[in-house]
RNA sequence: CGGGGUGUGGCUCAGUUUGGUAGAGCGCCACGUUCGGGACGUGGAGGUCGUGGGUUCAAAUCCCGUCACCCCGACCA
């Protein structure tokens, strides 16, 4: 039925008219956001901080799961023990806020409002790690944090933003490479079965990896508008942190060796790929995993006798199933409440008037194609769930559809500039030699930076897309946020 | 941080060129009629014109500073 996508919803600007403007618009008017007076620094509103709330419970799970432990590091850090690694401290210092003064003091060593938590884990591990008994250790904390950005969009780049950070340290290696590829898998496993958004697995390039880091993972998403979003990253460090924080155990050889550590982050940015990957003219579409109302009620011809009083048992029955549902007999009238939900992205929506309550009936409508289904009102509870996994299906799906059609395999620097010109932006796949010098170039004369090195490679051709010479590695590149 | 643009009731904007003491539509509140895709009528409330200085008898309007947002670059989760 109504599978049209005319556009309902006219507070929203355009995707095609202005991408960032839509964006925009989506965050104020789907209440995600408010901006507050300092420049970088929004409220996360109710509705907006509940998907957060979402995030965060299901990844928690995870990280449980695979064996983390939270806890809660000082959000101070003294200059000195930032300075301790120094090309973590080179990475990170043009962005760090500094508190200088304490009430009407000037503080002798001024501190860092934290930006990243590595020099305070290892601080930490340095006292706590003596003997290859104390490893591992598997922390995480769930923290706000702080980097002093130029130019800042809501979710996306924020000076204030929340996240999680995983710190890990362990006695080899190899198990923390382990532990680095075990958490990019369940960060991309988290975005493809909650999130619904499709994910590159990848290894950055040298001059794109973590202040400080060995190497670093992450995956990367493909935006509606063909720019690449980072949406998580993993990092191993080998023991170059543990050495410039001298961080030693005894090993069971008895011997005294550096440990190895690794760390990794989600951020609020995940909103904002959300909005990005899901999103349609009418404003939002949220995953159902992650939906702060994942059905919404709304009764037609509310006045008449019976219609809330039906509406409201729908609500007790689909609440009681663990669905989280919500019931609007506000005196709007119902159109207004259809866009005004589409708007906000909640995945299901439950008519319920008059006809329906005669044939023990009521009509289903999923946000992502408007699709119209009538059911049975004793099925709800199961229709409601099989809609639910139609909707996170469909709009995995879609996203997967938008990523494919926007990655393009190129060989030559002409193939790459015409790509982006006659299909737009998107992922360029092609090969590279390994030399900054070509990666820089290639940004320079197509626009497209180095994504990452994807895990799962493909041999498009024996020879750099820049250089000629012997290619190395097929890397995705892209427009990123 | 560089180049460009915009700030006027909650929202979208007119008014700024040529200074004379603030308007519209939507929203909000009340009442009534409505109700299956943003309903209608009547009445009402709401603005030190982003902000700080300056010029002037008089500033939304002119001058200087500053802040925020948007677009394009450089940096970044």
Redesign the pocket.
């Known amino acids: 039925m ?1 599978k049209d996508n005319k556009k ?4 929203i600007t355009s995707m095609d008219e ?1 991408f ?2 839509w ?2 618009d989506i965050c104020k008017k789907a209440e995600l956001i408010e ?1 507050t ?4 620094c929004m409220v996360i509103r109710p509705y907006g901080y509940a998907i957060w709330e979402n995030i965060q419970r299901i990844l928690d799970g995870m990280f449980k799961e695979t064996g983390h432990e939270n806890v809660c590091m000082p959000m101070f850090i003294p200059e000195s023990l930032l300075q301790k690694e120094k090309d973590h401290v080179e990475g990170f210092a ?2 760090v806020a500094w508190v200088t003064m304490g009430g009407s003091e000037k503080l002798e060593d001024r501190l860092c409002v934290r930006p990243t938590s590595e020099t305070l884990f290892c601080e930490h591990y340095s006292n706590i790690v003596h003997s290859y008994r104390d490893l591992p250790k598997l922390y995480n904390q769930w923290v706000s944090v702080v ?1 002093w ?6 979710f ?4 204030e ?1 929340l ?1 999680q950070e995983g710190h890990t340290i362990h006695e080899t290696a190899q198990e923390a490479i382990e532990e680095t590829e075990r958490m990019l898998n369940v960060y991309a496993d988290f975005c493809e079965k909650y999130l619904a958004i499709p994910v590159i697995k990848g290894q950055k390039t040298e001059s794109d990896k ?1 202040a400080g880091a060995e190497s670093t993972y992450a995956i990367e998403a493909l935006m509606h508008d063909g720019k690449a979003l ?2 998580g ?1 993993s990092h191993y460090f080998g023991d170059g942190f543990a050495r410039a924080f001298g961080i030693q155990f005894t090993s069971r050889e008895n011997k005294l060796e550096y440990p190895y550590q690794t760390s990794w ?1 989600m ?3 995940l909103i904002g790929a959300i909005i990005m990957t899901h999103g349609d003219n ?1 404003g939002l579409v949220l995953p159902p995993a992650v939906a702060p109302i994942q059905a919404v009620i709304i009764p ?4 008449k006798e019976g219609v809330l009083d039906e509406a409201r048992k729908l609500y007790d029955t689909l609440k009681a199933a663990g669905i989280r549902v919500k019931i609007d007999d506000s ?6 409440k ?3 939900y ?2 906000k992205g909640v995945p299901v929506r439950i ?6 309550i005669e044939s023990k009936q ?2 289903i ?1 999923t946000r992502h194609n ?1 699709e119209k289904t009538f059911v049975a009102i004793d099925d709800l509870v199961s229709a409601v769930n099989t809609k639910l996994e139609e909707v996170r299906d469909g709009i995995y799906q879609a996203a997967l559809e938008n990523r494919e059609r926007r990655t393009y395999a190129c060989t030559t620097m002409d193939e790459i500039t015409k790509a982006l010109e006659e299909k737009g932006d998107g992922f360029i796949k092609a090969m590279w030699c390994g030399e900054e010098a070509c990666e820089d170039k290639v ?1 320079e004369v197509t ?1 497209v930076g180095s994504r990452c090195i994807p895990l799962e490679q493909e041999q498009l051709s024996d020879v750099c897309v820049c250089c000629g010479k012997p290619a190395k590695k097929m890397v995705y590149w892209g427009k ?2």
């Not at 007076?37 to 970088?40: A, P, Y």
């Not at 950005?149 to 809501?154: F, L, M």
């Not at 996306?156 to 000076?159: D, E, K, M």
């Open positions: 109504a309902m919803v006219d507070a202005d960032a403007q964006y925009t901006y007076s300092v420049k970088g043009p962005e980097r950005e130029k130019t800042t969009r809501p996306l780049r924020s000076r933003f996240w973590f980072q949406a990253t982050g951020t609020t940015r009418n037609v011809q509310q006045h005196e709007n009238s119902p159109g207004w259809f866009a005004e589409e708007m008519e319920l008037g008059p006809k329906d009521c009509v409508v408007r940004k626009g990123a946020y």
